[in-house]
């Protein structure tokens, strides 16, 4: 399935949960926070939540900034 | 300080924290993250700003990040909504801030109008301050010079507000430091400036108008020597404070000798 994950179209297995998703980007661990569909997926459910066709997956962290 | 009668300055308090650092200073346009944590301990700053951005898919994931050189157990982070023009985006970004550091409600608010100016869209900003408050955040808001305005995001529950001194990063100086002097004679919260400062005597200058700290990043990071930048702001922002409770002497247009005219020979 397609989603999209900071703007760019990603392929996907289906159901794949936002913990599987955030393992093969390679932030399994890191300090980010995860939206999808402009919710919040708060850090306790990534690996409860599937994620679905179409899905708009917003990864962030913080950086330098005023 | 040798004197032991003379007391140490009063710490600045900000949603019911207190800090001994009245210098609050930006993250961005370092050169690199040891850069950035050097700085910042030259300032002694205890609050630092950090924006909110995409990872780089693909890119970054292994690499270092801000937070390694600046750990939320050693400083106070303060997450801003910086490139956001409206209300909508700013609340997202304090949303997903607030999970990224595990439920920390202190954000600073800003939404801006104008890419050139870069001052901020007040109304949007009433906005986003009154959603923001109404969901449990403390709110630092980042405002224009505007005394009336200033009152109003404190009614609304503003935790500080923080108008600037001039655009953001331009290191103008203080333009208007008749309208500071009413925000900060209104206020019941901490004022901050926030933007403009160019140097030291400008973040001096705010403290002696009785502002309770300075907000910087540019007028540190951009200057040619950026730790002993942060190094003179901080002693700024500690001499600007110490001459506001001190009381300066009123200006006069004449004269007055300092060594008594009695005894004088001749």
């Known amino acids: 399935m397609q989603i999209t994950l900071n703007g760019r179209p990603l392929d996907v297995a289906a159901s794949t949960t936002v913990a599987q998703l955030l393992t093969q980007a390679g932030y399994a661990g890191r300090r980010v926070a995860v939206e999808v569909n402009q919710e919040i997926v708060p850090r306790s459910r990534h690996e ?11 990864i962030v962290h913080a950086i330098g900034g005023g | ?29 370092y050169k690199d993250f040891d850069e950035t944590r050097r700085a910042t301990l030259a300032a002694g700053a205890q609050i630092v700003t950090v924006a909110i951005r995409r990872v780089n898919i693909g890119q ?27 209300a909508a985006d700013a609340v997202r970004t304090c949303r997903l801030a607030r999970e990224l550091l595990d439920g920390h409600a202190l954000v600073k608010l800003e939404v801006l109008g104008d890419e050139k100016t870069l001052f901020p869209d007040v109304v949007e900003t009433l906005k986003a301050a009154e959603q923001l408050v109404a969901d449990g955040f403390d709110v630092m ?25 001039a655009p953001i990063g331009s290191g103008l100086g203080i333009q ?8 900060v004679e209104n206020a019941k919260v901490p004022v901050i400036v926030d933007a403009g400062v160019g140097t030291a005597s400008d973040a ?27 190094h003179a702001m901080k002693l700024a922002v500690e001499a600007g404070r110490a001459a506001f409770k001190a009381g300066r002497i009123p200006r006069k247009r004449y004269a007055s000798a300092s060594s008594p005219l009695d005894g004088t020979i001749g």
Do not use: W
């Open chain 2, 141 to 165: 808001v980042y405002t224009s010079d505007d005394p009336i305005l200033a009152r109003r995001l404190e009614e609304i529950g503003c935790v500080a507000v923080m108008p600037l001194a």
């Open chain 2, 60 to 86: 970054d994931a292994g690499a270092p990040s801000l937070l390694d050189a600046l750990p939320p157990h050693e400083f106070t982070l303060l997450p801003n909504t910086a490139g956001c023009y409206n």
């Open chain 2, 176 to 183: 208007n430091r008749y309208n500071l002097l009413e925000i």
């Open chain 1, 48 to 58: 409860q939540h599937p994620l679905a066709e179409g899905d708009r997956v917003e």
């Open chain 2, 204 to 230: 001096a200058i705010a403290m002696e108008l009785g502002c309770d700290g300075v907000l910087m990043n540019t007028a540190i990071a951009g200057a040619r020597d950026p730790v002993l930048m942060a």
């Open chain 2, 1 to 29: 300080m040798n004197d032991p009668k003379l007391a140490p300055l009063d710490p600045l308090v900000i949603a019911g924290r207190s800090y001994g650092s009245r210098l609050l200073t930006g993250t961005g346009k």
